[in-house]
């Protein structure tokens, strides 16, 4: 990994966290993951650290995601290779770290957070997003399943909004993730190095200091504009409340209107089978702790590693070839075998545990 990849900085009592690869829209390695995983847990402990901030460089996103085209590459030039088993692993634990941090976690997001950038934003204290901003778990097009805590995150948001988006990777701009809860405070791009230089000279200090975050935050927060999502709940509730993917398509098939025909024709070109094990994921979180989510997530993770999973044909149609013609297996709905889902639940050989 180039060092220049992340970048690490303590400045005015603050640890400052830059995702640094502007070009790749500051996707994620594994070595970016590892160096995070060192640096936090000092900070953590650190008494000169009062808060961490997490941004990303250049203007364009916080963090697209994971770089999917790494494990692709391995699964074609090195089979025996361990990036497919350690991104995930260690990528999880980052993100656990994050949600159970003894500090602020303030994540400034002035651009593209999808992915694996939610995992690191949505689980920590705080998440602020400039008018820029824009979310998606957009894995279901790939062929995976919003991973990263999504099947947590995801599961607690109001009606079946959260299946709706894990489904359709629909996207969703400032207004609309504040109105769901998926970030804490609308900020101008303008605005967020007075708001970081603000935290930097603040008084965090305490066991109110989350409350105290919200305090200087509150000070640099604008009207978001007005939210669409609203509007589209009942329509969301009465077609993506359904037990299997299969009804799903039948309620959008009888919703009249446009916006029900949006959402069908963007089903029906996703993998069958990833669309299957996100919603057995979401089921089976729900109610689960975010540490047994991980576990639950991990093991579906590396059923999707193998060379034969959807997983991998998503990315090369997307992002290798770019032909955008996946031929998903099996490529229907009807085809997707109860035994095929159950399979991305059965424990594996180093499965991610949490004390």
């Not at 949505?122 to 979310?135: D, N, P």
């Not at 939210?227 to 098939?253: G, Q, W, Y």
């Not at 993998?271 to 057995?280: G, K």
Request: negative net charge; charged residues 25%; glycine residues 8%.
């Amino acid at each position: 990994m180039s060092e220049s990849e992340i970048l690490f900085e303590i400045k005015d009592g603050l640890g400052v966290i830059t995702l640094n690869r502007p070009k790749a829209l500051n996707a994620l390695t594994h070595g970016m993951i590892l160096e995070m995983e060192k640096v936090i847990p000092q900070w953590e402990k650190d008494p000169a650290v009062k808060a961490v901030i997490l941004r990303g460089a250049g203007d364009r996103a916080f963090c697209a995601g994971g770089d999917v085209t790494g494990l692709y590459r391995e699964m074609k030039d090195n089979p025996a290779g361990t990036l497919r088993r350690d991104f995930f692993y260690d990528e999880y634990i980052v993100n656990r770290r994050i949600y159970r941090y003894a500090k602020p976690w303030i994540s400034l997001i002035d651009g593209i957070d999808m992915g694996g950038g939610v995992g690191l934003s949505a689980h920590g204290s705080h998440s602020v997003a400039s008018e820029k901003f824009l979310f998606a778990m957009p894995e279901t097009t790939i062929g995976l399943f919003p991973d990263v805590g999504g099947g947590y995150f995801l599961t607690r948001l109001q009606g079946a909004l959260g299946t709706f988006l894990a489904l359709t990777s629909h996207r969703l701009k400032a207004a609309d993730a504040l109105w769901a809860g998926i970030v804490d405070a609308h900020v101008p791009s303008a605005k967020i190095g007075e708001l970081q230089a603000a935290l930097g000279a603040a008084d965090l200090s305490g066991p109110d200091a989350n409350r105290k975050v919200d305090a200087v935050i509150a000070r640099f927060s604008a009207d978001a504009g007005m939210p669409t999502l609203p509007a589209l709940m009942p329509d969301i509730d009465r077609c993506f409340s359904a037990d299997s993917v299969a009804e799903i398509v039948a309620k959008l098939k009888k919703q009249p209107g446009e916006w029900a025909q949006k959402q069908l024709a963007a089903l029906l070109k996703l993998s069958p089978l990833s669309m299957a094990i996100t919603l057995e994921q979401l089921k089976r979180c729900a109610n689960r702790s975010f540490e047994d989510t991980m576990t639950i997530e991990y093991r579906m993770s590396q059923a999707a590693m193998r060379p034969d999973h959807d997983f991998f044909e998503g990315v090369r149609a997307l992002l290798i070839d770019k032909d955008q013609k996946p031929r998903w297996n099996p490529p229907t709905i009807e085809g997707v075998t109860r035994e095929m889902v159950e399979a991305h639940f059965k424990p594996v050989a180093n499965d991610l545990f949490f004390d």
